[in-house]
């Protein structure tokens, strides 16, 4: 990629946008999300679920190869233990350590699922990975934010739930245990949500300090943490607490 980081448009609808920008450096070995933050998800929630459910499976590709560490590239192409109990990736027929792989056709973003089960079956769990959008589509239009317990949504008016868009590794927090910089993050990105209107959906470049006391507030409340959707209503709502 020759383009330098200025050189990008990535969210504006009458220059064209992307939701996923792919840095590498084949030269050292580095692959990876150059703007785009990386979201681990290890639990179940009604929204997790309906995330889930959208996913289409598919075959290893480069981009799912830059969401894992270079030696466990070749998990991707080893079958479930449930397909062959002598996969590379089977632990003594029953366990297992796999990889497998997933798209979300909605913002064509790359999905993997880490599998482990212990070599006594027990200890079932998947852990997926995937990268955060840097903004809704230009034909989107926001309907409300999602808290899930450390994970956050947002949802169209069409119906269609995404990951909260998010630049880097910035994350965000809600609740008294989130830490200053993720409930920062959130208290800037749910101000901008109000002062646009609802219209700027984009993960904020740059936090802003200068937040509605009300909003900072709440976002390290109790209230926070709990797991709610919020729409702009409820929003301008805070800020006039």
Same mark, same amino acid.
């Given at each position: 990629?020759?383009?330098?980081? %200025?050189? +990008?448009?990535?969210?504006?609808?009458?220059?064209?946008?992307?939701?996923?920008?792919?840095?590498? @450096?084949?030269?050292?070995?580095?692959?990876?999300?150059?703007?785009?933050?990386?979201?681990?998800?290890?639990?179940?929630?009604?929204?997790?679920?309906?995330?889930?459910?959208?996913?289409?499976?598919?075959?290893?590709?480069?981009? #799912? $190869?830059? +969401?894992?560490? /270079?030696?466990?590239? &070749?998990?991707?192409?080893? %079958?479930?233990?449930?397909?062959?109990?002598?996969? &590379?990736?089977?632990?003594?027929?029953?366990?297992?350590?796999?990889?497998?792989?997933?798209?979300?056709?909605?913002?064509?973003?790359?999905?993997?699922?880490? #599998?482990?089960?212990?070599?006594?079956?027990? /200890?079932?769990?998947?852990?997926?990975?995937?990268? $955060?959008?840097?903004?809704?589509?230009?034909?989107?239009?926001?309907?409300?934010?999602?808290?899930? #317990?450390?994970?956050?949504?947002?949802?169209?008016?069409?119906?269609?739930?995404?990951?909260? %868009?998010?630049? @880097? @590794?910035?994350?965000?927090?809600?609740?008294?245990?989130?830490?200053?910089?993720?409930?920062? $993050?959130?208290?800037?990105?749910?101000?901008?949500?109000?002062?646009?209107?609802?219209?700027?959906?984009?993960?904020?470049? #740059?936090?802003?300090?200068?937040?509605?006391?009300?909003?900072?507030?709440?976002?390290?409340?109790?209230?926070?943490?709990?797991?709610? @959707?919020?729409?702009?209503?409820?929003?301008?709502?805070?800020?006039?607490?």
């Amino acid at each position: 990629m020759n383009a330098m980081h %200025p050189d +990008l448009n990535l969210t504006d609808p009458r220059k064209g946008y992307t939701h996923f920008v792919l840095y590498t @450096e084949p030269s050292i070995g580095v692959a990876g999300a150059a703007w785009n933050a990386t979201i681990s998800i290890q639990r179940h929630s009604p929204y997790v679920q309906e995330w889930l459910s959208r996913l289409e499976r598919c075959e290893p590709n480069p981009l #799912h $190869a830059t +969401l894992v560490d /270079n030696r466990e590239i &070749p998990k991707l192409f080893h %079958p479930c233990v449930d397909e062959d109990k002598d996969s &590379p990736s089977a632990l003594s027929g029953v366990g297992c350590t796999c990889r497998r792989t997933w798209y979300d056709l909605e913002f064509g973003l790359p999905v993997v699922g880490e #599998h482990f089960r212990g070599s006594g079956g027990v /200890n079932d769990r998947w852990t997926y990975t995937t990268y $955060a959008p840097l903004d809704l589509r230009p034909s989107d239009v926001f309907s409300s934010v999602v808290i899930d #317990h450390g994970l956050f949504w947002v949802r169209t008016t069409a119906g269609v739930l995404s990951f909260l %868009p998010q630049r @880097e @590794e910035r994350g965000y927090g809600a609740g008294p245990d989130s830490g200053t910089g993720g409930s920062t $993050a959130f208290a800037a990105y749910l101000q901008q949500l109000v002062d646009s209107d609802g219209r700027n959906t984009a993960a904020p470049v #740059h936090p802003s300090d200068d937040l509605y006391p009300q909003i900072r507030a709440w976002v390290r409340s109790e209230a926070a943490g709990q797991r709610q @959707e919020l729409t702009l209503r409820d929003l301008e709502a805070i800020c006039r607490r």
